[in-house]
């Protein structure tokens, strides 16, 4: 049988409480899954990992995505938050390719695409869409 892992789908700006609230729900969901030994890989496939989280960033969320965006020193910077638990889970960091744009966040093949002056997508995002 196998499992879908869910979906968590992002989308509050990273100065509203619900963004911090997407992050401490992921990193206790993954930290549950990964100490949980009882939850098995696919029967199907014994190589198969277990499925994980899938996270998409939509709307002001995109925001995070930004290696520009700078954050005073006394408050969570939800960006490297997002990216020390992409590294430790090996979780990808989707962000819709169209809100990000309009919010000013661009990769390098959607800057040379769009003319744009350059690129601010913080190392571990990707675009998509």
């Not at 499992?3 to 619900?18: F, G, K, N, R, V």
Request: one cysteine or more; a negative charge; hydrophobic letters at 35%.
């Amino acid at each position: 049988m196998t499992t879908t892992a869910p979906l968590l789908l992002i989308t509050a700006d990273p100065s509203d409480p619900l963004a911090h609230l997407a992050l401490r729900y992921a990193q206790a969901y993954l930290k549950d899954i990964s100490a949980d030994d009882t939850q098995t890989n696919n029967n199907d496939n014994p190589n198969t990992k277990r499925p994980l989280l899938n996270v998409f960033f939509y709307g002001d969320s995109a925001h995070l995505a930004n290696r520009l965006r700078w954050q005073s020193a006394d408050q969570m910077n939800l960006t490297k938050e997002w990216q020390m638990l992409a590294e430790q889970y090996q979780l990808p960091l989707p962000v819709c390719v169209s809100t990000a744009l309009s919010r000013g966040v661009s990769d390098t093949d959607n800057s040379t695409r769009h003319q744009l002056d350059g690129d601010n997508l913080a190392t571990g995002f990707t675009l998509v869409g």
